[in-house]
């Protein structure tokens, strides 16, 4: 008939309570594990990635290098020309404007 019976024992509540903390830190672990993985991966297929970029661009320089150019069309090598010489003849004269900041009319 001891007095200290009823503290000895724990109480189900309190085990339920560490239950339950226990399993929340163990689902945060795994959410953390789990990210970490997913973080590992990316970086992994980015470097991938990287490299795959690099060697496609290292393939199109040389390409280019060595002449794999197809000839320019001739009609738009045409084209080239004619708007180059409409870039030397003087375009519409500027306007001046006056003090209200409308254009002046020089007809008049």
């Known amino acids: 008939m001891g007095g200290f019976n009823g503290l000895m024992r724990p109480r189900w ?19 953390f594990w789990g990210i970490r993985e997913v973080k590992i991966t990316i970086e992994s297929g980015l470097e991938d990635l990287d ?9 199109i320089a040389q390409n280019l290098a060595a002449g794999g150019l197809e000839p320019v ?11 180059g010489s ?3 003849k003087p375009g519409l ?6 003090a209200a900041g409308k254009f002046q009319n020089d007809n008049s």
Request: hydrophobic share 55%.
């Open 51 to 59: 490299g795959a970029i690099a060697s496609a661009i290292q393939s």
């Open 86 to 88: 409409q870039l030397n």
């Open 13 to 31: 509540g309190m085990v339920a309570d560490v239950v339950i903390y226990a399993g929340f830190i163990s689902i945060l672990a795994a959410l």
């Open 73 to 83: 069309n001739p009609f738009q090598q045409m084209l080239a020309q004619y708007i």
């Open 93 to 98: 004269p500027l306007l001046d404007r006056d």
